[in-house]
C-alpha cells in the first residue's frame, strides 16, 4: 500500500445511488471464495470471475501508528481504483466483493476498538462506508462510499498474540461478540432490503476464552456471521520444531506433527455449535520452506526431520523488507507461490521436478512435499491432488465451500479449477489410488496420488521411459481425469486441460480438453 493515510470517516446515513445492482446468486449455492490484493500484480481485469462466488479484497488495516485506533489505513488512489474496478467487474458477474478489516499486521487496535463502546461505533461507522453507496463525484477527496457488498473481518486473533505489534486480552472473544452485534445490527438498519454479508476468516480452533483456551460454544457467534473461512494453512513453518506440512489435510502423527489440519479445523468448528452451513475452509495457494540439517533423501524417509532456525528466502518474490505497520525484523516468509513452484521446480508438470528436487507424497497428512538438495531445502505445499482430497471432502462433511490465499499465486489457474469441484454434483473427478512404493532417492520423480492413510511418508515413482509415452497409462472412458494427466490414445500422448471424463482425445481438436503432445 503507498505509505499515506486516509481515516475513513463518514455520516452514518444510507443513500440511494445509481450504481448497478449485482447479479444475485442462488442463496444456497457452494462458495468460492478468493483474496485479492493490490500487491499481487494480477489486473482485475484479467480476472476469470466465472470461477469465484465470491471476492475479500485485502486490507483495510487497524494500527497503532493510525492516528486514532478506530481509523482504517485505506488509499484513497491505490486502493480505491482497484475497488472501484473489482466491484464493477463483480456486479458485472454476479460475484459479491467484501472488504477485509485487520490481517497479520492489521490486526494491531481491534481488541481496543472492541473493548470499548464509543470505538466501537466510531469504528462501526468507518467500517459501512465500503458498503454505503457513493453520493459524491469520482473526483471527491473522501468518497462517503464504496459501493461493495459486506465486509470480512480477519482478526489475528481475539485473545491470542498474533503480529508482535497487536494490542490482546483475555476479554477480546466476549468483546468481540458485542461488536458484531452491534457491527449485523448498524448493517441491517442501514441496509433493510439489500443484507450486505459479514464474515471472517478464523483460525483452526474457536476463539479463545479467558482462559487461553478455545471456547467450547461459539454458536453465538454464528447468529451474526454469514459464514466464518478456517484457515486451515500455516500450521508448520519455520516457527515450528521440525520441518512438517503448511496446510494438511489430516493431523500428522502425535508426537511428530502439530495437531491442526483441514479436517481437524472444520470439526473444532462444528463440536463448538457453529452449523456447518456456515462454514467455509481455507486452501493455500502456497508453499513454505525450511532449511534442513539433513538430507531428505536419505532412509527411511520421513516428512519431520530437524532443520535450522532460519527461514530461507523463499520463491523469486519473496523479500526481507520490514513491514510498514508493524517491524517484526528483516525476515523472509519462506513462502513459494504455487506459480513459483511450477516455474522453478516442478517445470516438467505437477507432479514431476527439476534436476536437484524430489517429490514425495505423505499419507497420513495426503500432502506432497519438495526436498532440493542443493541447499537442504524443504518445501510443504498444495498441488491439484491434495486439493482434490480436501474439496472432495469438503463436499462430504457439508460445509458451505473452500476459500483460497491468494488469489496471484495460481498458474495458468491449475488450482482454482480443482476448486470448482465443490459445484459438482455428478461424475466428479476422483483421486486414483496406487500402490505406496519403497521411498528412494532420485532427483526427477513423479510421486503417487494416494488415499491410504500410514504414518510415514511414501517415496517417489520411478518409470523407466520408452519414448515420449513410456509409462503413461492409455486413456479410459470411466476414468476422472484430474488436471493435467497424462495419457496414451491411438499412438499419441495427450495431456488434459481441465478436469474431465468421457471425452475421447482428438487430435483435429484443438480447442479440446485433450491437448496432442506428439506421436509415441
Known sequence: MRISLLALAATAIAVASAAPAPVKRAAKSNVVLGYWVPWGDVPVASLDMTKYTHIN?????????????????????????????????????????????????????????????????????????????????????????WNMHGIDLDWEYPGRPGAICNTVSPNDSANYLVLLRELRAQLDLEFPNDRKLLTAAVRVQPFDGTDGKPLADVSAFATYFDWVSIMAY???????????????FNNGPVGKADQYSFTQGINAWKDGGFPLSKIVVGTAFYGRSVTTTVNMNTQPVSMYVNKTNVTPKGGPADRNDINFFCNEGSVYSGMWKWKEIRGSILTGGVTTPTTGWTRYWDDATQTPWLYGTGANTFISYDDPQSLTIKVNYAKTAGVRGVMLWDMSYDYNNELINVLQNIHCTSNCPVVTTVPTPTATATTTTK?????????????????????????????????????????TYAGHLFTNSWWTQNETPDASNTWGVWKDGGAC
Open 57 to 145: 479484497y485485502g486490507f483495510g488495516v487497524t494500527a497503532k501508528r493510525n492516528a486514532l485506533a478506530t481509523d482504517i489505513f485505506f488509499d484513497r488512489y491505490y486502493d480505491g481504483n482497484n475497488i472501484k474496478a473489482l466491484v464493477k467487474r463483480g456486479n458485472e458477474y454476479g460475484v459479491p466483493i467484501l472488504m477485509s478489516i485487520g490481517g497479520w499486521t492489521g490486526s494491531q487496535t481491534l481488541s481496543t476498538i472492541a473493548a470499548d463502546a464509543g470505538l466501537r461505533k466510531t469504528f462501526i461507522n468507518n467500517a459501512l462506508v465500503f458498503v454505503r453507496n457513493n453520493t459524491l463525484p469520482d473526483y471527491a477527496d473522501t468518497p462517503d462510499g
Open 234 to 248: 500455516d500450521i508448520m513453518g519455520s516457527w515450528s520444531a521440525t520441518t512438517g506440512p503448511n496446510a494438511p
Open 447 to 487: 510421486a503417487p496420488i494416494t488415499t491410504t492413510t500410514t504414518t510415514t511418508s511414501s517415496g517417489p515413482v520411478t518409470t523407466t521411459p520408452s519414448g515420449i509415452c513410456g509409462g503413461v497409462a492409455a486413456w479410459n472412458s470411466a476414468t476422472a481425469y484430474a488436471t493435467t494427466t497424462k495419457v
